[in-house]
T-cell receptor, first 117, second 111 residues
Framework: GAVVSQHPSRVICKSGTSVKIECRSL??????MFWYRQFPKKSLMLMAT?????????EQGVEKDKFLINHASLTLSTLTVTSAHPEDSSFYIC?????????????FGPGTRLLVL | GESVGLHLPTLSVQEGDNSIINCAYS??????FIWYKQESGKGPQFIID?????DKRQGQRVTVLLNKTVKHLSLQIAATQPGDSAVYFC??????????FGKGTMLLVSP
């Protein structure tokens, strides 16, 4: 149980294009999902907290207009990287909270590797 | 041995040895801690957790120790196996519904 999937697993795009990444909780409902970014040999950095039916909460320094988050249902959150540039190339990981939103029990997706040329 | 610097701290051990991975956390208000294992190109995988009202918790081949006085967390892996090779992260929850991850330690297990 508690499986989280991400799609696509990897994507290569041209600079200036937009890329959408999906995060799904497969066997549980998640009122809260989280989006992280991870650079090579670095730790996970929280980008934003996504709550179903409401606006996402972005961490300091994360541009909300560049990283659009939509949490349309209890099992799906999407991250859209708009007008992607090479510096946006990274490993994007989502997680889903299976509890009441405490953030403690987070199940992680397998990640999406984004390469912007 | 263990090395730190510009690269990810690395702990190299022989198969069968016991491994100890350390983590210093930042927030004295944190009350819940988790160790994750991350293999290359994959998402983090839950290993073990501990609450601040405990100082030790054991799982299968793993033990987590918490020292709140010095804000230190450690993960002990018994009889380390090549499959344990990965990057290990500690994470803390300070009650704000988010997790803060530590910098990570790469564990290399040689046969």
């Amino acid at each position: 149980g508690a499986v989280v999937s991400q799609h696509p697993s990897r994507v290569i795009c041209k600079s200036g294009t937009s890329v959408k990444i999906e995060c799904r909780s497969l066997d549980f409902q998640a009122t809260t999902m989280f989006w992280y970014r991870q650079f090579p040999k670095k730790s996970l950095m929280l980008m934003a907290t996504s709550n179903e039916g409401s606006k996402a909460t972005y961490e300091q320094g994360v541009e909300k207009d560049k990283f659009l988050i939509n949490h349309a249902s209890l099992t799906l959150s999407t991250l859209t990287v708009t007008s992607a540039h090479p510096e946006d190339s990274s490993f994007y990981i989502c997680s889903a909270d299976s509890t009441s939103g405490s953030g403690e029990t987070q199940y992680f997706g397998p990640g999406t590797r984004l390469l912007v040329l | 041995g263990e090395s730190v610097g510009l690269h990810l701290p690395t702990l190299s051990v022989q198969e069968g040895d016991n491994s100890i991975i350390n983590c210093a956390y930042s927030n004295s208000a944190s009350d819940y801690f988790i160790w994750y294992k991350q293999e290359s190109g994959k998402g983090p995988q839950f290993i073990i957790d501990i609450r601040s009202n405990m100082d030790k918790r054991q799982g299968q081949r793993v033990t987590v120790l918490l020292n709140k006085t010095v804000k230190h967390l450690s993960l002990q892996i018994a009889a380390t196996q090549p499959g344990d090779s990965a990057v290990y992260f500690c994470a803390e929850n300070s009650g704000y519904s988010t997790l803060t991850f530590g910098k990570g330690t790469m564990l290399l297990v040689s046969p």
